[in-house]
């Protein structure tokens, strides 16, 4: 089966190790992936804004990029959401539309996809920790994806995985949100942070690189002993 990834920003930028992850996962479940080095960014900054029409020019150039892509793969349930909004964006240029609905049938957030579409719910992943899982707003509301990620994490051996308080809260990240929103934002996060501590939890899993980079700065800040993974680094976990 072959496989595109969709980098995504925050990962190409400062998360290489989950791009990393995500191909060798990837691998080891049978796909050939490839690389489509012109991706740029989603457009979901520029959108979620109100630009709209810029926008535009950014999906027509991610459509085109992945055109001949038979999937498309994303370590972000936000920016393959983006994706999937494509269509939206063109209601009254029916050829992009057509277009932009092809592409959002054939894109998955990384866990969706091994579960939807390889049907695999044991990736032989091994983590002896006790962890927690953050579910983020855009993956679960937006694209839909609540039960894959739990259903992988099940099968990872040694890992215990503690149930959130208020899991369905947003962490205040919210991509612009968090820079106009700063006092707003800033609460939100140490609830969330709060939360994750009363877990007793040595580690935080998540599934969008934007929430895990909000969250993880600020148990950095408060000195908190807790690590922070993407999903990705943890089913691809092996104990030698």
Sequence with gaps: MKVSLFITCLADVFYSNVGKHTVELLEKLGCEVDFPEQQTCCGQPAYNSGYHKETKEVAKHMIRTFEDS???VGPSGSCVAMLREYGHLFENEPAWKEKAEKLASKSFELTQFIVEVLK???VNASLPACAT???????????GVKDAPGKLLDHVEGLEVKPLPNSQDCCGFGGTFSVKMVPISEQMVDEKVQHVEETGADILIGADCGCLMNIGGRINRKGKPIKVMHIAEVLNSEVK
Excluded: G
Aim: hydrophobic share 30%; proline share 0%.
């Design 120 to 122: 695999v719910e044991n």
């Design 70 to 72: 038979d999937y498309v």
């Design 133 to 143: 899982y953050h579910k983020s707003c855009h993956m679960t509301r937006l694209l």
